[in-house]
């Protein structure tokens, strides 16, 4: 059974930075892509990036683009997700989610879910 923990999260000026890290265990980590979503309060859940078997491909959420960054590093069997100039809007419960095979921007095609940590982005 896959398991995902997540860490990193806090409360941030607009315009700071935090790392995110998800860590991966109970199956092979490299037959798994793995994502990043976000929930706000009363919002759905949103796709904000994913990451491809052995880390050749990202995809990004527009919202994101040029601030975020997803790795993975297989060694450590984890995936991170640095975030530079947040913004109030990117407050939100960051999940993180694995599914075998092609990375996805829906989740409804991930199985696995982390608890989500918690990010703050004060105006």
């Known amino acids: 059974q896959v398991q995902l923990v997540e860490s990193g999260g806090g409360l941030v000026p607009t315009g700071g930075s935090l790392r995110l890290s998800c860590a991966f265990s109970?199956?092979?980590?490299?037959?798994?892509?793995l994502g990043w979503f976000r929930q706000a309060p009363g919002k759905e859940r949103e796709f904000v990036a994913c990451?491809?078997?052995?880390?050749?491909?990202?995809y990004y959420a527009d919202s994101v683009k040029g601030r975020f960054t997803i790795s993975r590093d297989i060694g450590k069997n984890t995936v991170s997700l640095q975030m530079i100039s947040l913004k109030p809007e990117d407050t939100a419960v960051y999940l993180c989610?694995?599914?075998?095979?092609?990375?996805?921007?829906?989740?409804?095609?991930?199985?696995?879910w982390g608890q989500g940590t918690q990010v703050t982005v004060s105006s």
């Open positions: 989610a694995a599914r075998q095979g092609r990375p996805s921007m829906s989740p409804d095609d991930y199985g696995y």
């Open positions: 109970g199956r092979t980590f490299s037959s798994y892509s």
């Open positions: 990451i491809s078997l052995f880390g050749v491909s990202t």
